[in-house]
């Protein structure tokens, strides 16, 4: 009994948090909401640093559920972003009167990924994944006044139950090859036989759909563009990210026999991702809308580093991950802040921002230096290693692809750095006040983007701890 | 010594820069900066030759820290003779560039900022010995070029500066190809470091694979044609400063990368491409002496002169005559030197006049003695006269050229000779029309002769450049070791 715990404890703790909040909007009516984000941040920092306390690993639920020291950074690695979201979007939810109802389905979702995490059954992965993806639909609906807002909630809902469907064609044809659903018995059972390997490439399209990979991207902008910048941040970076830690234990650990395939898959995509994606967002004048290509393109580097199927390709992934949660939370975080305040997205808008706003300007400016991959801040180290691992497959093409790439990249991240410091408008953005909450998510992301690159041991741990 | 003193040295500068207030008090730190650099590399510089006559290792000064242990990337610097030339002479252009943009008004804090976190790019290149340090490097000094011409720039900035950045990132890039089919090729010995790599034989199959790529890379960094277009907009565009430093240390990044890193651990197919190098270069060296011939604008004089001035480095790199890569080295260290005083004397002469064009200057020299004479030497310096460093550079590559046998390489070795000549067309008719002549618009006579500082960088260039053309021998020595070492790797192919 004292094992379930200890193996739960971060999906336990996270339902506990769940549940205060529910109590609280029943019980108390009316909660102030600064109080309540107060609150809801302290615990989700508790339950960030009991996730590095506890370290216990094994299966529960007849092997349904499994969970490992590798598996538990994955989701402190989730849970840190969930806080800076949380920190960064206090302006936006404290005008919003349905705060608490924000945070139920946003930490619902965030325990839909954690069982997809630690799911070691396809079927547990399935349910994780809905209890990822549907209140996610709802929170793409939170900016109610707005139509587009629903717009966005309508597509994603859409999109997301074709993925579902995919999947789950994907999962039963794969069960009636090979009897199982078990991730072992699918170890064991995985062949290159053409049903198999077509009941793979249905799962692949359905993780396809949800990381925005290029020919499944066609949702992203859109979804995007309308969401409120909070949950836009949260699609971009913590539901993305779950997945991609999802696939790359799946595609590692399960279907490894059937390595050149997935191989030559993800070459693939990888590269239809990198270039489409830097392609449109070459022309975005709106800036989530912006965010959303480039982060296609970044979703194709991610898929070099999965390609390379080594420890090494692991680790990039996860490290990775984690530099592109403080980069793109960074810049989310300026656009909330300013979007919130002054109601402009657009490139146009942010000419001689410069001048009115240093401190948000050099911030927006190393989040996206480090999108770009620029040293020394710490994107520059996640694109190098992940660039590196693949390159160990001899694949020389698609490296020179991917290094071409980054120069495409640089081209309309250096726009929006140009729009900042260069251009000259008559009317810039007004002084935007920083209050304490955005101020320490952006102190948070900063320093991440700085040391998790220079300092070697981030790298090391994560190295330390993949399998 | 510990060479990471050079790089620490700046960063604490440039930290320290963002905490101070007002224009007087920025400019005095980053004037301390700039002195404490140079004063540091003049140390370095008498401290190697001191621990150089004691021992004989190809490395001076090494330390080697692991850095991603997994990877096999370590924090591994050292010197040569070739990167302590390369050390000084980032040092004084740095100090010349502080001093001549002393009167900076617009946003002077992030000026000086990026111009000392620029030189710390430059040096922590320099020093690297593995070449996923120099690669970091290298792109650290991409973004502050970026910054630097498009908000201080003048003309079309924004254009250049955008033109600048893709294309020398477009480099890196192909730099960093090379770089992995290194890694991963060097048998049982994966890493990025060099003088591991450089004891591995890699086969003439990966060595003709990866050796464009490094060699191209580096050399878009030092305007190989036809991968020079960024060099004119760019240095045109730019401030004086940021003209200065990219002139005279940039394009040195590309010139000693080429040579260390493509030529040094691919020598089969540094010589296996060789011929097409040569041709490169000799195109480039004489198209950017006819390309400038045809300029009106002063900048953009000087920039294409430099297009044929470094592809003399290209071309004493590609000829693999220890003479001519002797020369080359020299060439890099003078055309550094002559290059950033250029631009400074005409970042002096713009900021009075207003004007760039030769056509509207004229008899600057009645007003302007001190600026005049120091643009008439430094005109001279370019078109090689004896006594001067431009002059020491370039014999000692055509004498290197010489050496390599064979008609094509003595046809390009005439090529590059002839282009002299045209050298001193354009830069005399600059002289004649802009320095001597009648006074072109009277405005000009209230104008006033350089000050303290602008004759402080002057000046100090000049010794460089004077100290190098009348004893080119303390050079020479410095650099001869280093040179020697790489020879041993490339000679043995012949």
């Known amino acids: 009994m004292t094992n379930f715990f200890l193996l739960m404890q971060q999906e336990l703790l996270l339902t506990v948090i769940i549940f205060i909040l529910l109590f609280l909007k029943l019980g108390a009516g009316d909660i102030d909401s600064k109080k309540l984000m107060t609150l809801v941040n302290v615990l989700l920092a508790v339950n960030l640093a009991a996730g590095f306390f506890f370290k216990q690993s094994g299966s529960l639920f007849g092997d349904m559920f499994y969970t490992d020291n590798l598996l538990r950074l994955e989701k402190n690695i989730l849970n840190l972003g969930v806080l800076i979201i949380s920190l960064q979007s206090a302006n936006w939810l404290s005008k919003h009167q349905h705060a608490v109802e924000f ?79 078990s991730y072992e018995g699918l170890k064991e059972m995985a062949s290159d036989s053409p049903l198999f390997i077509f009941s793979f490439i249905l799962l692949i399209a359905g993780f396809g759909f949800k990381i925005s990979a290029v020919p499944f991207h066609l949702w992203t902008a859109d979804v995007y563009e309308g969401s409120p910048i909070a949950v836009t941040s949260y699609m971009s970076v913590i539901s993305k990210g779950s997945m991609i830690f999802v696939m790359a234990s799946v595609l590692f650990h399960v279907f490894d026999k059937i390595f050149f395939t997935w191989y030559n898959i993800m070459a693939v995509l990888s590269v239809l991702s990198m270039i489409i994606g830097n392609l449109f967002a070459l022309r975005q004048q709106n800036l989530k809308r912006f965010l959303a290509f480039s982060s296609i393109s970044q979703v194709g580097f991610i898929l070099i580093g999965i390609s390379s199927g080594n420890m090494q390709g692991a680790t990039s992934v996860i490290y990775f991950v984690l530099i592109y949660i403080f980069s793109n939370l960074a810049a989310f975080g300026v656009l909330s ?48 290693f992940l660039i590196l691992a693949g390159a160990s497959k001899n694949n020389y093409v698609l490296i020179t692809i991917a290094a071409l790439n980054m120069v495409i990249s640089m081209y309309y991240y250096l726009r929006i750095i140009k729009a900042m410091f260069m251009d000259a408008n008559d009317t810039p953005i007004e002084k935007v006040e920083i209050s304490l909450s955005p101020k320490i998510a952006f102190v948070t992301c900063v320093a991440g983007i700085v040391v998790t690159g220079l300092a070697s041991g981030v790298y090391d741990y994560i190295f330390s701890l993949v399998r | 010594m510990n060479l990471s003193i050079l790089l620490l040295l700046p960063l604490a500068f440039s930290l320290i820069l963002l905490f101070v207030k007002g224009q007087k008090q920025v400019r005095a730190v980053a ?3 700039a002195v404490a650099q140079l004063a540091l590399s003049i140390v370095l510089l008498f401290q190697f030759l001191a621990e150089r006559a004691k021992c004989n290792s190809a490395f001076l000064f090494e330390s080697n820290y692991t850095w991603f242990k997994q990877l096999h990337i370590n924090y591994h610097v050292g010197v040569d003779g070739i990167s302590v030339a390369m050390i000084l002479l980032t040092a004084f252009v740095v100090l010349a560039g502080v001093l001549v943009s002393w009167n900076q008004e617009k946003l002077y804090k992030e000026f000086f900022f990026l111009l000392v976190f620029l030189s710390m790019g430059a040096y922590g290149f320099f020093i690297s010995l593995d070449v996923f340090t120099m690669f970091f490097f290298l792109e650290v000094a991409v973004i502050p070029k970026f910054l630097l011409i498009g908000i201080w720039g003048s003309g079309k900035k924004e254009y250049s500066a955008m033109k600048l950045a893709l294309m020398l990132m477009a480099g890196s890039a192909l730099v960093f190809v090379g770089l992995t089919g290194l890694y991963y090729n060097a048998k049982g010995a994966v890493s990025f470091d060099l003088v591991q790599l450089s004891m591995h034989p890699f086969s003439p199959a990966v060595q003709k694979m990866f050796f464009p790529f490094a060699f191209i890379g580096f050399g878009i960094f030092t305007a190989l044609f036809p991968f020079h277009t960024w060099v004119p907009d760019g240095h045109s565009s730019a401030p004086t400063a940021a003209s200065m430093f990219l002139a005279g240390i940039s394009m040195k990044l590309g010139g000693y990368g080429c040579l260390r890193v493509a030529a040094y651990l691919m020598p089969d197919a540094a010589h296996y491409y060789s011929t097409i190098i040569i041709v490169l270069a000799s195109i480039a060296i004489l198209y950017g002496a006819f390309a400038t011939m045809m300029q009106t604008d002063l900048k953009y004089i000087n920039a294409y002169s430099s297009v044929s001035h470094t592809a003399f480095v290209i071309l004493g790199i590609a000829m693999m005559t220890k003479t001519s890569i002797n020369g080359a080295v020299m060439q890099m260290i003078s055309h550094g030197l002559m290059t950033a005083l250029f631009f400074a004397v005409i970042g002096m002469i713009y900021e009075r006049t207003h004007t760039r064009q030769v056509a509207q200057l004229g008899g600057l020299l009645k007003v302007m003695p001190f600026i005049s004479s120091i643009f008439v030497l430094v005109g001279l310096c370019s078109l090689g006269l004896p006594g001067m460093s431009g002059f020491v550079a370039e014999m000692t590559v055509f004498m290197g050229s010489w050496e390599r046998a064979g008609t094509f390489y003595h046809f390009a070795t005439i090529i590059a000779a002839a282009s002299i000549v045209v050298t001193a067309v354009y830069i005399l008719r600059a002289v004649g029309s802009a320095i001597m002549g009648p006074m072109k618009n009277n405005d000009y006579l209230q104008l006033t002769d350089a000050a303290w500082n602008e004759k402080t960088a002057a000046v100090l260039l000049m010794v460089g450049i004077l100290l190098m053309g009348l004893a080119p021998f303390w050079l020479n020595d410095l650099i001869n070791p280093g040179t020697e070492v790489i020879m041993q790797k490339i000679g043995m192919i012949k």
């Open chain 1, 103 to 181: 945070y139920l389905l946003m930490l619902s979702t965030l325990l839909g990924m954690y069982f997809m995490i630690s799911s070691h059954n396809i079927l547990m992965f399935y349910v994780g994944l809905e209890l990822a993806s549907i209140p996610l639909a709802a929170m793409a609906n939170f900016d109610l006044d707005k139509k587009r807002s629903s717009e966005a909630a309508m597509k994603y809902i859409m999109s997301s139950a074709f993925a579902s469907g995919l999947l789950l064609f994907g999962i039963s044809i794969m069960y009636g090859v090979t009897g199982t659903l």
């Open chain 1, 337 to 384: 802040l300013v979007s919130t305040e002054k109601g402009k997205e657009t490139i146009d808008d942010f000419k001689g921002f410069y001048k009115t706003n240093p401190a948000l300007t050099w911030i927006l400016a190393i989040a996206l230096f480090s999108l770009a991959g620029i040293p020394p801040t710490a994107g520059f180290f996640g694109k190098f």
């Open chain 2, 31 to 33: 004037l301390t900066a």
